[in-house]
C-alpha cells in the first residue's frame, strides 16, 4: 500500500517515479559534493582516511536490478579510483562459499533493504569478518542496520515493483563513492572537479531526456509487437542493456536478451534477423567506431536497430535513433538508462500490462 503518497496525477506510480528522477538524484547528491576540493562527503560510511585509502578491491552485491547498477559501480570506481572492482549477484555469492578477504571492501545494493539474498550475503560477509557498507534506500531496513555503514540514497518511496529512481540514484551513489575513494588514491583535482561539474549537470539533462516521452512512446509502440528484442552495449553500455532488457522483460512481458556488443559475433547473432529488433546503446566513447561497426553487421542481416547515443549515425547504420545530451564518459550510464525506461513504460502501456503490480513478482522479495 502506498499510503499518503499517491500517483500525483501520472497514470501510474512508474511514470511518476520516471519523471522525479531529476529531483531524487539531486537529494542524493545533496550536501556530499564538495565544490572547493572536489570530493564527496560520505560521512555514513563511518570510515577514517586512513582506512577509505587501505582496500585493494570493492566487491559489490545485490539483486536483479540493484546488480546491474553495481555493475555501473564497477566500473565508475576502477575509472575513477582504480581500485580492482566488479559486482556478483548476491543471490549467487552467498550460496559459493566466497572467500572473505580483510583488504576488500565490500558494498551491499538495495532499494528496500529487505531482500533476503543480499541481507544473507551481508551476513554471512560479516560473520567472516568482511567490512560491509550499504547503498540503501530504505531508511532503518533491515540491510541497512546490519552494515557497519553506507550511503542512503534518499530517493523517497519507491512504488512500482519495476525499479527505477532507486537506479539511478544507486549510480549516482557510486560515482560520489568513486570520487571519494579516488580522491584520497591517485584522481587528480581537476579530474574531481570534472566529475562534481558533471555530476551537477545530471538533473537538467535527465528533464531534457524526459521531454523527448512521447517520441519514445511511439517508438516503443513500433518495436513492442516483436516478440522478442536484443539489447547491446559495450564496457559502460553493457549494464546499460542489461538494465534495458530486464525492463523491458519485468513489465512488458517481451522477452529480451542482453548481450555485450562484443559478444554478438559469438553466438547470438545467429537470432538476428527481421523479427528480432536490436536496442544498441552507443555512448559517444572511445568504443563509438566499434559500436558503428556492430551496427552494420546487424543491418546486415537484416536486423532493426533502435540506436541510443549521443549523435545522429550514418543513416544506413540505424532505423531509429534516440539522442540524449553528453556528459562526462564515466556519467554517461546514468542519463542513457532513462530513455530505456521510458522504452519499457509506454511498450507495457501499448501491451496493456498492469505496469506497476507485473505478473509473478514482488516489490521486495524476503524470502529464500
Ligand atoms: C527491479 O526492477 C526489480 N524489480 C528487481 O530486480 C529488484 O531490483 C531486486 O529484486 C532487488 O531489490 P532491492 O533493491 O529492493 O534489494
Same mark, same amino acid.
Given at each position: 500500500d502506498a499510503g499518503h503518497y499517491d500517483t500525483g496525477g501520472y497514470e501510474h506510480y512508474l511514470l511518476k517515479e520516471i519523471s522525479e528522477q531529476p529531483e531524487t538524484i539531486t537529494r542524493t547528491m545533496s550536501g556530499r559534493l564538495d565544490e572547493r576540493f572536489h570530493v564527496a562527503h560520505l560521512g555514513g560510511l563511518n570510515m577514517d582516511a586512513r582506512e577509505t585509502r587501505s582496500f585493494r578491491r570493492v566487491k559489490i552485491i545485490g539483486c536483479g536490478s540493484a546488480?546491474?547498477?553495481?555493475?555501473?559501480g564497477a566500473q565508475l570506481i576502477e575509472e575513477l579510483a582504480r581500485i580492482p572492482a566488479d559486482a556478483e549477484p548476491a543471490s549467487e555469492f552467498r550460496y559459493r562459499n566466497p572467500v572473505v578477504d580483510p583488504d576488500t571492501l565490500y558494498v551491499a545494493i538495495?532499494?528496500?533493504?529487505?531482500?533476503?539474498?543480499?541481507l544473507a550475503a551481508v551476513q554471512e560477509l560479516k560473520r567472516k569478518g568482511g567490512r560491509v557498507i550499504g547503498i540503501v534506500?530504505?531508511?532503518?531496513?533491515?540491510?541497512?542496520r546490519e552494515v557497519d555503514g553506507g550511503i542512503y540514497l534518499h530517493a523517497g518511496p519507491e512504488v512500482s515493483v519495476a525499479s527505477t529512481k532507486a537506479f539511478t540514484s544507486t549510480a549516482v551513489a557510486f560515482a560520489l563513492l568513486a570520487l571519494h575513494l579516488g580522491r584520497v588514491r591517485d584522481l587528480s583535482p581537476a579530474d574531481g572537479r570534472r566529475i562534481v561539474d558533471g555530476l551537477r549537470r545530471l538533473p537538467g539533462q535527465i528533464a531534457?531526456?524526459?521531454?523527448?516521452?512521447?517520441?519514445?512512446a511511439e517508438l516503443a509502440r513500433k518495436y513492442a509487437? #516483436?516478440?522478442?528484442?536484443m539489447f547491446v552495449g559495450r564496457v559502460r553500455g553493457y549494464p546499460v542493456a542489461r538494465e534495458g532488457a530486464q525492463k523491458l522483460k519485468?513489465?512488458?512481458?517481451? #522477452?529480451?536478451?542482453?548481450?555485450?556488443?562484443?559478444? $554478438?559475433?559469438h553466438g547470438p547473432l545467429a537470432l538476428i534477423g527481421p523479427e528480432m529488433p536490436t536496442v544498441a546503446i552507443v555512448p559517444d566513447d572511445e568504443l563509438l567506431d566499434?559500436?558503428?561497426?556492430?551496427?552494420?553487421?546487424i543491418r546486415t542481416r537484416g536486423g532493426q536497430v533502435l540506436m541510443v547515443g549521443h549523435r545522429e549515425p550514418d543513416a544506413k547504420l540505424a532505423d531509429d535513433v534516440i539522442v540524449i545530451p553528453k556528459n562526462e564518459v564515466e556519467l554517461d550510464p546514468i542519463l542513457l538508462t532513462i530513455p530505456l525506461? $521510458?522504452?519499457?513504460? #509506454?511498450?507495457?502501456?501499448? $501491451?496493456?500490462?498492469?505496469?506497476d503490480k507485473p505478473r509473478n513478482l514482488a516489490k521486495s522479495v524476503t524470502v529464500e
Open positions: 546488480y546491474y547498477s553495481g555493475q555501473i538495495s532499494q528496500s533493504g529487505e531482500t533476503y539474498d543480499t534506500n530504505a531508511v532503518g531496513s533491515a540491510i541497512a531534457d531526456i524526459l521531454t523527448q516521452g512521447d517520441k519514445i509487437g #516483436h516478440p522478442s528484442m519485468e513489465i512488458s512481458y517481451v #522477452h529480451a536478451e542482453a548481450y555485450p556488443a562484443s559478444e $554478438l559475433k566499434k559500436n558503428l561497426t556492430t551496427l552494420g553487421e525506461q $521510458l522504452l519499457a513504460y #509506454h511498450a507495457a502501456v501499448a $501491451l496493456d500490462r498492469d505496469v
